[in-house]
């Protein structure tokens, strides 16, 4: 079956950096469309970033726009979300995602904190 599971995540100062990756499994990984997603406590989750499937187009929040790189390893079966020049409204719950079958990670906590 389809399983994502997220790593990386972590307590960071603002203005830090993380790298936050997704190891997939129990389907072709190089046929799909990838995203990342958010929750922060209270609010919805949002969209963060996607990636086709030869990695070739990407799109962003406007929020993450210039600061966080979405990328991927077909060979790997692995999705990364290099997120830079990180604040405080970073902080959320982060999550891979594939849209065709709506299959979500377990998450990893990213918390930006001094």
């Known amino acids: 079956q389809v399983q994502l599971v997220e790593s990386g995540g972590g307590l960071v100062q603002p203005g830090g950096s993380l790298r936050l990756s997704c190891a997939a499994s129990?389907?072709?990984?190089?046929?799909?469309?990838m995203s990342w997603y958010r929750q922060a406590p209270g609010k919805e989750r949002e969209l963060v970033a996607g990636?086709?499937?030869?990695?070739?187009?990407?799109n962003y929040a406007d929020s993450v726009k210039g600061r966080f790189t979405i990328s991927r390893d077909n060979s790997r079966n692995a999705v990364y979300l290099q997120m830079n020049r990180l604040k405080p409204e970073d902080t959320a719950m982060y999550y891979c995602y594939r849209p065709a079958t709506g299959s979500w990670g377990q998450g990893t906590q990213v918390t930006v904190s001094s």
């Open positions: 129990g389907f072709t990984f190089s046929l799909a469309f």
């Open positions: 990636i086709s499937r030869a990695g070739s187009s990407t």
